[in-house]
């Protein structure tokens, strides 16, 4: 009898769930930071208008995690999400907040790059 051979993932699988995380992050890093900018809007405008924002943020993250999965474990998603959200994040600091960006934010990134890399490298022998 022969051997099955696992069909490859399509391009959508492979891709939609990246594509979708980085948006889905974009409107999470604005629910949960956005109003750093606004030091004197009350607590729950704040937290109520963080909701909101967050709430188009499940739209896009929790179809990108059940498209994706079996394409990627759920390891892998979630590295996919970390690092997303690492890269989001030091591009709203620099670009809303007005933060700059340093040689000890490149060294950290550097390094869960690197747990990323084993994340995705497979059993380690």
């Not at 943020?57 to 759920?74: D, K, M, Q, T």
């Amino acid at each position: 009898m022969p051997a099955t051979v696992a069909a490859a993932p399509s391009l959508f699988a492979l891709v939609a769930p990246i594509v979708l995380l980085l948006a889905s992050n974009v409107f999470m890093t604005f629910a949960w930071y956005g109003h750093l900018k606004f030091p004197g809007a009350t607590l729950w405008v704040v937290v109520l208008t963080s909701w909101g924002i967050a709430f188009f943020e499940y739209w896009l993250a929790v179809p990108a995690n059940r498209i994706g999965y079996g394409v990627y474990s759920g390891a892998e998603l979630k590295t996919i999400q970390e690092v997303i959200s690492l890269s989001v994040f030091a591009l709203f600091a620099m670009l809303y907040l007005g933060e700059k960006f340093t040689l000890n934010h490149l060294v950290g990134f550097a390094f869960i790059g690197l747990g990323a890399f084993f994340v995705f490298k497979g059993p380690i022998r």
